[in-house]
C-alpha cells in the first residue's frame, strides 16, 4: 500500500451488474409483498381507495389489494367506543381520576327561567359507516363537538334550572342523543350516537351559596309534603275502608231481613192457599201437628172421656 493514498479496492462493472441482478428482483419482491397484503383487525374495517376513489370496503382479516400504491388502505376502528368531554377535561383516569381547569365557555348555559348553570356532559359515539366517516366529513371531531353544543343548549334552554339539575336530567340525555342522531344522519356522517350523559351541573360559583340555600329549604318542603302524604295514606285509607265495611254490614242486613220478610210472606200465601182449597183438612192437620209439637213436653198425660163427671179431686192433679 501506497504510504500517501489509501487503497481502493477495484470493481469490475460486471460484478456489479451480477450483484445488482439478483438483489434488485428481491426488492421488487418485498415491495410487491409490503403493498399487497394488509391486516384488518377484529374491531375495524378496512376501506380501499383506488388512485384516491374508495372502491370497497373489507372485514376483518388478511386481504389483498392493487401494490405500489395503486390502492391504498384505510382502518377505521368501528367497533370502539369514542367519547367527547364538554365542559370539562379528563386527564388521567382511574380510582382517583384528575381533570382539568373548566371549559366555561362550553358550560356556561341559560336556561329556559333565565337562570344561568354551569353544564358537563359526555358523548359517547361510534364509527357506523366507515366510508362515509372518512370521506363526507372533513373533521368528524369538530362537527361532533359543534353539534353537540348547539344540541345540548336547546334542550337546556327549554328547561327551568330546577328541572336541568334534578327533575329532567334522563329526558334531557334521551332529548340530546335523539336530535344529535337526527342532524348528523341530515349531515351523513356515518356515525352512531351511542349516549349523551349529563355529568356535574352546578350554578355559578357567585350564586352558588344562595342556590344551596334554596335547595336546601325545598328539600324541607319536600320532607314535610312527603310526611303529609304519608299520614293521609295511613289514615284515609284504613277510613275509607271502615266506613265501606259498615256500609256492606248495613247492606248485608237490610238484604237479609228482605229475603227473610218475603219468605215469611211466600210462606204465609203458600199456607193459605192450601187452607183455602180444603180448611177442614187444613185446620186438622194443624191443629195435630201443634199438638205433635206440645204433648211431647208435658209430664203426665190425662185422657178422659167428655162424658164423665167429677173426676178433678179423684186425680189431685195439683200434684207436682
Given at each position: 500500500?501506497?504510504?500517501?493514498?489509501?487503497?481502493?479496492?477495484q470493481?469490475?462493472p460486471q460484478?456489479?451488474?451480477k450483484?445488482?441482478a439478483?438483489v434488485?428482483?428481491?426488492?421488487?419482491?418485498?415491495a410487491?409483498l409490503?403493498?399487497?397484503?394488509y391486516?384488518?383487525?377484529t374491531?375495524?374495517?378496512?376501506?380501499v381507495?383506488?388512485?384516491?376513489?374508495?372502491?370497497?370496503?373489507?372485514?376483518?382479516g388478511?386481504h389483498?389489494?392493487l401494490?405500489?400504491?395503486?390502492?391504498?388502505?384505510?382502518?377505521?376502528?368501528v367497533?370502539?367506543?369514542f367519547?367527547?368531554?364538554?365542559?370539562?377535561?379528563t386527564?388521567?383516569?382511574?380510582?382517583?381520576?384528575t381533570y382539568?381547569?373548566?371549559k366555561?365557555?362550553?358550560?356556561?348555559?341559560l336556561?329556559?327561567?333565565l337562570?344561568?348553570?354551569e353544564?358537563?356532559?359526555i358523548?359517547?359515539?361510534?364509527?357506523?359507516e366507515?366510508?362515509?366517516?372518512?370521506?363526507?366529513?372533513?373533521?368528524?371531531?369538530?362537527v361532533?363537538?359543534?353539534?353537540?353544543?348547539?344540541?345540548?343548549?336547546?334542550?337546556?334552554?327549554?328547561s327551568?334550572v330546577?328541572?336541568?339539575l334534578?327533575?329532567?336530567?334522563?329526558?334531557i340525555?334521551?332529548?340530546?342523543?335523539?336530535?344529535?342522531?337526527?342532524?348528523?344522519?341530515?349531515?351523513?356522517?356515518?356515525?352512531q350516537?351511542?349516549?349523551v350523559?349529563?355529568?356535574d351541573?352546578?350554578?355559578?360559583?357567585?350564586?352558588?351559596?344562595?342556590?344551596n340555600?334554596?335547595?336546601?329549604?325545598?328539600?324541607?318542603?319536600?320532607k314535610?309534603?312527603?310526611?303529609?302524604?304519608?299520614?293521609?295514606n295511613?289514615?284515609?285509607p284504613?277510613a275509607?275502608?271502615?266506613?265501606l265495611?259498615m256500609?256492606k254490614?248495613?247492606?248485608?242486613?237490610?238484604?237479609?231481613?228482605?229475603?227473610?220478610?218475603?219468605?215469611?210472606?211466600?210462606?204465609?200465601n203458600?199456607?193459605?192457599?192450601?187452607?183455602?182449597?180444603n180448611?177442614?183438612?187444613?185446620?186438622?192437620?194443624?191443629?195435630?201437628?201443634?199438638?205433635?209439637?206440645?204433648?211431647?213436653?208435658l209430664?203426665?198425660?190425662y185422657?178422659i172421656?167428655?162424658?164423665?163427671?167429677?173426676?178433678?179431686?179423684?186425680?189431685?192433679i195439683?200434684?207436682k
Amino acid at each position: 500500500m501506497n504510504g500517501d493514498k489509501p487503497y481502493i479496492p477495484q470493481v469490475s462493472p460486471q460484478k456489479i451488474l451480477k450483484t445488482a441482478a439478483w438483489v434488485i428482483p428481491i426488492v421488487v419482491v418485498l415491495a410487491l409483498l409490503s403493498t399487497t397484503f394488509y391486516m384488518v383487525s377484529t374491531d375495524s374495517k378496512g376501506v380501499v381507495q383506488q388512485f384516491g376513489k374508495f372502491v370497497r370496503i373489507t372485514e376483518p382479516g388478511l386481504h389483498l389489494k392493487l401494490p405500489f400504491g395503486i390502492e391504498k388502505v384505510r382502518i377505521p376502528q368501528v367497533e370502539r367506543i369514542f367519547k367527547e368531554e364538554f365542559g370539562f377535561s379528563t386527564l388521567q383516569a382511574g380510582i382517583k381520576s384528575t381533570y382539568g381547569k373548566k371549559k366555561l365557555d362550553e358550560s356556561l348555559m341559560l336556561c329556559g327561567d333565565l337562570s344561568v348553570a354551569e353544564v358537563e356532559w359526555i358523548v359517547q359515539y361510534k364509527i357506523r359507516e366507515p366510508d362515509k366517516y372518512l370521506f363526507n366529513v372533513r373533521n368528524p371531531k369538530k362537527v361532533i363537538r359543534d353539534v353537540s353544543e348547539s344540541v345540548m343548549r336547546m334542550v337546556v334552554g327549554d328547561s327551568s334550572v330546577d328541572e336541568v339539575l334534578t327533575a329532567r336530567r334522563i329526558e334531557i340525555n334521551i332529548e340530546a342523543e335523539q336530535e344529535m342522531q337526527h342532524i348528523l344522519d341530515s349531515y351523513d356522517t356515518g356515525i352512531q350516537v351511542v349516549t349523551v350523559k349529563l355529568q356535574d351541573v352546578n350554578p355559578p360559583e357567585p350564586v352558588k351559596p344562595a342556590f344551596n340555600e334554596v335547595n336546601a329549604s325545598q328539600q324541607d318542603k319536600e320532607k314535610l309534603i312527603n310526611k303529609a302524604k304519608e299520614e293521609y295514606n295511613r289514615v284515609i285509607p284504613k277510613a275509607r275502608g271502615q266506613a265501606l265495611q259498615m256500609v256492606k254490614q248495613a247492606d248485608g242486613y237490610a238484604i237479609n231481613r228482605t229475603n227473610t220478610a218475603q219468605g215469611d210472606a211466600s210462606r204465609f200465601n203458600q199456607i193459605w192457599a192450601e187452607y183455602d182449597k180444603n180448611k177442614d183438612v187444613t185446620r186438622r192437620r194443624l191443629y195435630l201437628e201443634s199438638l205433635g209439637k206440645v204433648l211431647p213436653k208435658l209430664e203426665k198425660k190425662y185422657i178422659i172421656d167428655e162424658d164423665v163427671k167429677g173426676l178433678l179431686p179423684i186425680m189431685n192433679i195439683t200434684e207436682k
